[in-house]
């Protein structure tokens, strides 16, 4: 597999945590434009933790997708009172004050002789763990979509439970489900925790897979593409997401014979798109229809 | 099974490389819309690094994701540690230029260069704000 197809494969992998956070978060009814900032919260602190004080990937990992568990909880205690748009609102501003943090953040150490660390509006370079420690891009790649399967696996679990049941209720009417006993507020929190976590993962890897990271790579752009991820993909389906990252990042990289028009032309295929599948392409009721098929009894 | 075998051999992994390479980058405008011919030149230790494949990769910081280039292959120049690539951008401004190393050594350097009619220049450090 030559470097470029790699590449595109393992973007589609890192953005697709991305997409899953978005995904918990539609279940359970909220609509976010600021899951980047939790995907830039792992990145700027597990490249912090790697590049500066030498801590091993995995345990950088874990670390980063803690603290994007907290910037999440963080950010939901105040803005999961708020509904619809308005929530989307708070989200977006939340994730414009996480990018303008960034912008902020200077914290540099010596190491080789250079100074290293996030240096504000310029960005941080150096994220070269995966480099230094010899990890090849094959590698980095099953890396990446090992850690989404197990993501995955974790989610479809979930939505197979009780657990699940309970989210899409709260999702599809909270005040019925608050009825029934779920205390709605504290379930969404733990939610947004989650889907948090999942892009501090995904924050992480981007980081050590691209070596440097800088504010504006966790602008409204990112946001935008992560609701519309789920979005496109559909949402019946934990795979809907990933369906939907591969379709996005797919489109973009395919539409490149039409030079520079081809983000009018890859809008348009969205549009086309949205308009003869309003629920994605996986939708619930595909959903039911392929599950109810597969287990038909003859 | 295999990502976990994985995972546990990367905890106590050891440095393999200390020194990271350096690199600058001199643009020329061919004449046609956007398209550059570009010298790299790769450094390490204050050495030129000669031997690596070297694949220029660019993103536009202002609109990730919308606007980047697809990595083309950079032929080894006539001077040791230069490496000659030809970029089609899709636009001027400033681009963020990827240079993905292989060979005698790995990594991922990403310079900010400003492409206009007049080639190509470091992009000022105070110039690069978020908006």
């Not at chain 1, 995907?39 to 990937?57: D, E, K």
């Not at chain 1, 976590?197 to 992480?204: D, E, I």
């Not at chain 2, 230790?45 to 994701?65: E, H, I, L, R, W």
């Amino acid at each position: 597999m030559d470097d470029f197809t790699l590449g595109v494969l393992t973007n589609i992998g890192l953005f697709s945590f991305l997409a899953l956070s978005a995904y918990l978060l539609l279940l359970a009814g909220e609509m976010s434009f600021g899951q980047q900032a939790f995907f830039g919260v792992g990145a700027y602190s597990g490249g912090v933790l790697t590049a500066l004080y030498g801590v091993p990937l995995p345990l950088a990992g874990l670390a980063a997708m803690l603290l994007g568990a907290l910037a999440a909880l963080l950010v939901g205690l105040p803005t999961l009172r708020l509904r619809g748009l308005y929530f989307a609102m708070a989200t977006l501003a939340a994730a414009e004050v996480a990018r303008l943090l960034f912008e902020l953040f200077r914290f540099q150490r010596e190491i080789d002789g250079e100074l290293t660390g996030p240096d504000g509006t310029q960005g941080f370079r150096g994220i070269r763990w995966i480099f230094e420690h010899g990890v090849e891009p094959a590698e980095f790649l099953l890396l990446v979509y090992g850690l989404l399967a197990l993501a995955l696996a974790a989610l479809m679990i979930v939505e197979r439970s009780r657990l699940g049941t309970v989210l899409r209720s709260v999702g599809e009417d909270p005040g019925l489900a608050a009825s029934l006993g779920v205390d709605v507020n504290r379930f969404k929190l733990g939610v947004a925790a989650c889907a948090g976590a999942l892009a501090a993962l995904g924050g992480v890897l981007f980081a050590h897979h691209n070596s440097y990271i800088e504010p504006r790579n966790f602008d409204i752009m990112l946001g935008v593409h992560s609701l519309a991820y789920a979005l496109i993909g559909g949402l019946g389906t934990a795979l809907g997401p990933l369906l939907g990252v591969t379709l996005d990042i797919g489109l973009l990289e395919s539409s490149r014979v039409f030079g520079g028009t081809r983000m009018i032309v890859f809008g348009g295929l969205v549009a086309v798109l949205l308009i003869v599948r309003p629920r994605g392409l996986l939708d619930e009721q595909l959903v039911h229809r392929i599950v109810r098929h597969s287990f038909k009894r003859p | 099974m295999r990502m976990l075998a994985l995972l546990l051999a990367l905890l106590p992994a050891t440095p393999v490389l200390a020194q990271s390479a350096h690199a600058d980058l001199t643009c020329r405008f061919t004449g046609t819309d956007f398209v550059y011919d570009c010298v790299v030149r790769l450094t390490r230790g204050g050495q030129p690094v000669s031997g690596a494949q070297v694949v220029v990769g660019a993103d536009m910081p202002s609109m990730p994701m919308a606007h980047n280039l697809a990595p083309v292959k950079a032929k080894p120049g006539r001077q040791p540690g230069e490496y000659h690539a030809r970029l089609d951008l899709e636009m001027t401004g400033e681009w963020a230029v990827k240079l993905r190393l292989s060979g005698p050594l790995r990594d991922l350097l990403v310079l900010h260069y400003e492409f206009d009619e007049r080639g190509a220049r470091p992009v000022p450090p105070r110039s690069r704000t978020g908006r």
